[in-house]
């Protein structure tokens, strides 16, 4: 099956600091997906970004479906932003479950 | 405004007794579809449905069923908790094409004594 895996695990930035997340996917995929999973444990939607760039205040995507990756940057970071991003994927038939990444564990401290 | 809505929030309950997750959306999507989230085994698939009367299997069915008599809700039973069914639930609806994107409820936590 796809796999995806998110780089950096783990990172650590001070307030204001900008920061790229990365997500690698093993095939093509028509569906991507950006989530922020807070401390409450909520999935937050950030982002569905097949293709392209997109941007939504200080948050923006871009994939490259082609290199079969998407980045998500994060500018102007702010305590808030902690928690878990998660790529998720989705390929092939009807069914469309999404897969999601390991996420990358993000603390802003201030 | 747009929703998935699950109930309850959390729940702590004894091996054995059986219970119920609803989940509602408002949007008249056809798919629905659960997670469940583990450390360090990420989020899977329980159980999804294309449409009314329409469910199958996802990776992790067993210990779970669910129904789907209208479109807007799509119940989680657990007929006989198991303590290994402690986890963080999330429902998901989509739109009809397979591309479009997935909405999630705000999750429920499981405990099973």
């Known amino acids: 099956g796809i796999q995806v895996e998110q780089s950096p695990p783990d990172l650590i930035l001070q307030e204001g600091a900008n920061s790229t997340l990365r997500c690698n996917f093993s095939d093509s995929v028509n569906n991507l997906q950006w989530f922020h999973q807070n401390p409450w444990g909520q999935l937050i939607n950030l982002f569905y970004?097949?293709?392209g760039t997109k941007q939504n205040g200080r948050l923006s995507a871009t994939t490259v479906a082609t290199e079969r990756y998407s980045l998500l940057y994060i500018s102007s970071s702010q305590t808030t932003d902690s928690g878990v991003y998660f790529c998720a994927v989705a390929y092939g038939g009807a069914t469309n479950k999404l897969i999601f990444g390991t996420g990358t564990l993000l603390a802003v401290q201030p | 405004e747009a929703q998935v809505t699950q109930n309850p929030r959390y729940l702590i309950t004894v091996t054995g007794k059986k219970l119920t997750v609803t989940c509602s959306q408002n949007m008249n999507h056809e798919y629905m579809s659960w997670y469940r989230q583990d450390p360090g085994l990420g989020l899977r698939q329980i159980y999804y449905?294309?449409?009314?009367?329409?469910?199958d299997k996802g990776d992790v069915p067993e210990g779970y069923k669910v129904s789907r008599k209208e479109k807007r809700n799509f119940p989680l039973i657990l007929e006989s908790p198991s303590p290994n069914q402690t986890s963080l639930y999330f429902c998901?609806?989509?739109?009809?094409?397979?591309?479009?994107?997935?909405?999630f409820g705000d999750g429920t936590r499981l405990s099973i004594l």
């Open positions: 998901a609806s989509r739109d009809g094409p397979a591309n479009q994107p997935q909405h």
């Open positions: 449905s294309m449409n009314v009367e329409v469910t």
């Open positions: 970004i097949p293709s």
